[in-house]
C-alpha cells in the first residue's frame, strides 16, 4: 500500500498535511476527508440512478453524528436516520430537512416520539408493540398522519462479529417474524387512522462481506409483505456494508450490495405484479468509515524483550473503543513518512488506565521517537461517534478536510467542558 504524501514525504489527507494539521489543532485529532465522502454518497446513488429505480440513500448518523456531516449529507440530497433524541436535535440544529429523516431505535421514549412527530421526521421505524401504542396515541393527540415502517427481525444471521450483527432471531431489535409478532404489529398499523404504514425494514449486522444475507433479507421482507396480501411502497434493507481495515478485509464495491438488493426486489416485484417499491438502505460505516483517520503523538514505550513492544500515544480507547470492544484491527502509518520502511512490530497502546487500551494490535512501523505523527487509519466510523471521557480525558477536535482546505467542525474538548455538569457536594459533614 502506498499512501498520498506531499513533496516533504508528510502524510496527506486529500491534498492537505496531516503534520501541519496536528500542528495546528493538536492531537488526537480525527480527520475527515469530505471529497471522499461526497463520493461514496454519490457512489451509492448513482447505482440506484443507473437501475432506474425508486430509492433512498440514508446515512446511518450513528456512525458519526455531528452537525457538519448532516449538512454534507444534506447538501448531497441524501437522507440520515437517527437512533436518538440527541441525534435528532444533532440533524435539526444542521437544519437538516426532517422530512428527509427516518428514525431507528429499539426503546425510542415517549418524549423522543413527540419530538419526532413534532419537527416532522418523515419517517418513524417502528420497532415493538410500546412504541406503536405510544405513537398511535402522539399522532391521534396531534391530529397528524405519521409515515412508518415496521423494523422486523428477519432471522438472518450475518458473518460478522456476534455484537454487531442484529438480524438473528435472538436479537432484541425489531417485531420478530417466526412467532408472528410482526404480522400482529401490521395489523394494528395498518388499521391506525394516524399512522401510514409504507413498508418494512430490517438490519442484519454490520461489517458484512458478501452479498447473500443482503439478497435473503431483501427476498424475505418482501414474501413477508406478499403473504400478508399487502403491496408495500417501500422495502428497507439496513445498512451493514463491509470496509477495509486491514488487509485482512476484502469489500466488496458499494455497487455489488445495492445491485444484489436491486435485482431481488426487481424480480420480486415482477412475481408479484407490484409497482417497484422505494428500496432504502442506511449505510453508515461504508460513507465515513475510510473517510475518517486519527492523528495521535507519539509518546512512552516500553519494550519487553522476547515479548513484545508498546508504543504508547495520546489517545486510545476514548476515542476508539473499537478495539477494546471487538477486537477490531486497523493499520497505522507514521504520518511524518508514511512510506518509508518497516523496521520493528509494535504494539499501539493508549494511555486510559486499563490493559486492553490497545489501539493497533500489531503493526510493523519505522523508528519512531517521542513527538511524532502516527495516524490510524479508516476510524471514521464508529470511532469518535463512542468516544467517552473515560479517566476524564477530553475527546478530540474533529477537522474536516475539503479541497486542499481544512476546518474545525467539532472542537476539542476541554477540561473545563467537562466539569461543566459536576456540582460541589454540599450535604455532607462539613
Ligand atoms: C438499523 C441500522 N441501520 C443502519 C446501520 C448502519 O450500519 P453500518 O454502519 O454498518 O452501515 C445500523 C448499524 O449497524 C443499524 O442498526
Ligand atoms: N458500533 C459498531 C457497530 C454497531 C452498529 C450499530 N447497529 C461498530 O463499531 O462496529
Same mark, same amino acid.
Given at each position: 500500500?502506498?499512501?498520498?504524501? *506531499?513533496?516533504?514525504?508528510?502524510?496527506?489527507?486529500?491534498?492537505?498535511?496531516?503534520?501541519?494539521?496536528?500542528?495546528?489543532?493538536?492531537?488526537?485529532?480525527?480527520?475527515?476527508?469530505?471529497?471522499?465522502?461526497?463520493?461514496?454518497?454519490?457512489?451509492?446513488?448513482?447505482?440506484?440512478?443507473?437501475?432506474?429505480?425508486?430509492?433512498?440513500?440514508?446515512?446511518?448518523?450513528? %456512525?458519526?453524528?455531528?452537525?457538519?456531516?448532516?449538512?454534507?449529507?444534506?447538501?448531497?440530497?441524501?437522507?440520515?436516520?437517527?437512533?436518538?433524541?440527541?441525534?435528532?436535535?444533532?440533524?435539526?440544529?444542521?437544519?437538516?430537512?426532517?422530512?428527509?429523516?427516518?428514525?431507528?431505535?429499539? *426503546?425510542?421514549?415517549?418524549?423522543?416520539?413527540?419530538? %419526532?412527530?413534532?419537527?416532522?421526521?418523515?419517517?418513524?421505524?417502528?420497532?415493538?408493540?410500546?412504541?406503536?401504542?405510544?405513537?398511535?396515541?402522539?399522532?391521534?393527540?396531534?391530529?397528524?398522519?405519521?409515515?412508518?415502517?415496521?423494523?422486523?427481525?428477519?432471522?438472518?444471521?450475518?458473518?460478522?462479529?456476534?455484537?454487531?450483527?442484529?438480524?438473528?432471531?435472538?436479537?432484541?431489535?425489531?417485531? #420478530?417474524?417466526?412467532?408472528?409478532?410482526?404480522?400482529?404489529?401490521?395489523?394494528?398499523?395498518?388499521?391506525?387512522?394516524?399512522?401510514?404504514?409504507?413498508?418494512?425494514?430490517?438490519?442484519?449486522?454490520?461489517?458484512?462481506?458478501?452479498?447473500?444475507?443482503? /439478497?435473503?433479507? +431483501?427476498?424475505?421482507?418482501?414474501?413477508?409483505?406478499?403473504?400478508?396480501?399487502?403491496?408495500?411502497?417501500?422495502?428497507?434493507?439496513?445498512?451493514?456494508?463491509?470496509?477495509?481495515?486491514?488487509?485482512?478485509?476484502?469489500?466488496?464495491?458499494?455497487?455489488?450490495?445495492?445491485?444484489?438488493?436491486?435485482?431481488?426486489?426487481? /424480480?420480486?416485484?415482477?412475481?408479484?405484479?407490484?409497482?417497484?417499491?422505494?428500496?432504502?438502505?442506511?449505510?453508515?460505516?461504508?460513507?465515513?468509515?475510510? +473517510?475518517?483517520?486519527?492523528?495521535?503523538? &507519539?509518546?512512552?514505550?516500553? #519494550?519487553?524483550?522476547?515479548?513484545? *513492544?508498546?508504543?504508547?500515544? #495520546?489517545?486510545?480507547?476514548?476515542?476508539?473503543?473499537?478495539?477494546?470492544?471487538?477486537? %477490531?484491527?486497523?493499520?497505522?502509518?507514521?504520518?511524518?513518512? @508514511?512510506?518509508?520502511?518497516?523496521? /520493528?512490530?509494535?504494539?499501539?497502546?493508549?494511555?486510559?488506565?486499563?490493559?486492553?487500551?490497545?489501539?493497533?494490535?500489531?503493526?510493523?512501523?519505522?523508528?519512531?521517537?517521542?513527538?511524532?505523527?502516527?495516524? &490510524?487509519?479508516?476510524?471514521?466510523?464508529?470511532?469518535?461517534?463512542?468516544?467517552? *471521557?473515560?479517566?476524564?480525558?477530553?475527546? @478530540? %477536535?474533529?477537522?474536516?478536510? /475539503?479541497?486542499?482546505?481544512?476546518?474545525?467542525?467539532?472542537?476539542?474538548?476541554?477540561?473545563?467542558?467537562?466539569?461543566?455538569?459536576?456540582? #460541589?457536594?454540599?450535604?455532607?459533614?462539613?
Amino acid at each position: 500500500m502506498t499512501y498520498p504524501t *506531499n513533496e516533504k514525504q508528510h502524510l496527506t489527507v486529500d491534498g492537505v498535511d496531516t503534520i501541519e494539521l496536528a500542528k495546528t489543532y493538536g492531537t488526537p485529532l480525527a480527520v475527515y476527508d469530505v471529497t471522499l465522502i461526497r463520493k461514496t454518497m454519490r457512489a451509492f446513488k448513482r447505482i440506484f440512478e443507473q437501475e432506474n429505480v425508486p430509492y433512498v440513500v440514508s446515512y446511518a448518523g450513528k %456512525a458519526f453524528a455531528t452537525k457538519a456531516i448532516y449538512q454534507v449529507a444534506a447538501q448531497e440530497n441524501i437522507h440520515a436516520d437517527v437512533v436518538s433524541g440527541g441525534e435528532l436535535y444533532t440533524a435539526i440544529k444542521a437544519d437538516f430537512p426532517t422530512q428527509h429523516l427516518s428514525f431507528n431505535g429499539n *426503546n425510542k421514549s415517549y418524549d423522543e416520539l413527540v419530538m %419526532a412527530v413534532e419537527n416532522g421526521v418523515g419517517t418513524i421505524i417502528v420497532d415493538n408493540f410500546l412504541e406503536l401504542q405510544l405513537l398511535s396515541e402522539i399522532t391521534a393527540e396531534k391530529n397528524v398522519i405519521q409515515d412508518i415502517l415496521l423494523r422486523i427481525s428477519p432471522g438472518i444471521s450475518a458473518h460478522t462479529h456476534e455484537f454487531i450483527s442484529t438480524g438473528q432471531q435472538d436479537s432484541k431489535f425489531g417485531f #420478530d417474524l417466526q412467532t408472528g409478532q410482526a404480522k400482529q404489529a401490521y395489523d394494528i398499523a395498518i388499521k391506525d387512522n394516524h399512522l401510514h404504514l409504507r413498508g418494512l425494514h430490517a438490519h442484519i449486522g454490520s461489517q458484512i462481506f458478501d452479498v447473500t444475507g443482503f /439478497e435473503k433479507n +431483501a427476498a424475505l421482507l418482501a414474501d413477508t409483505a406478499y403473504s400478508w396480501g399487502w403491496q408495500p411502497e417501500v422495502i428497507n434493507t439496513g445498512g451493514g456494508f463491509g470496509i477495509r481495515y486491514t488487509d485482512e478485509d476484502q469489500p466488496l464495491p458499494e455497487s455489488d450490495f445495492a445491485d444484489a438488493i436491486i435485482r431481488v426486489l426487481k /424480480e420480486k416485484a415482477t412475481q408479484y405484479n407490484w409497482a417497484m417499491p422505494e428500496i432504502w438502505i442506511e449505510p453508515g460505516r461504508s460513507i465515513v468509515g475510510p +473517510a475518517g483517520q486519527t492523528l495521535y503523538t &507519539v509518546g512512552s514505550r516500553k #519494550d519487553i524483550p522476547g515479548i513484545r *513492544n508498546y508504543l504508547a500515544v #495520546d489517545g486510545g480507547m476514548g476515542d476508539n473503543i473499537r478495539p477494546a470492544l471487538y477486537q %477490531a484491527n486497523y493499520e497505522a502509518v507514521l504520518a511524518n513518512q @508514511p512510506n518509508a520502511k518497516s523496521e /520493528e512490530i509494535v504494539r499501539i497502546a493508549g494511555k486510559y488506565c486499563e490493559s486492553g487500551d490497545v489501539l493497533v494490535w500489531q503493526e510493523e512501523l519505522p523508528a519512531t521517537k517521542p513527538g511524532d505523527i502516527l495516524s &490510524v487509519l479508516a476510524t471514521g466510523a464508529y470511532g469518535y461517534a463512542m468516544a467517552s *471521557n473515560y479517566n476524564r480525558n477530553p475527546r @478530540p %477536535a474533529v477537522v474536516f478536510v /475539503e479541497n486542499g482546505q481544512h476546518q474545525v467542525v467539532v472542537e476539542r474538548e476541554t477540561f473545563e467542558h467537562m466539569i461543566s455538569l459536576d456540582q #460541589d457536594y454540599t450535604l455532607g459533614d462539613k
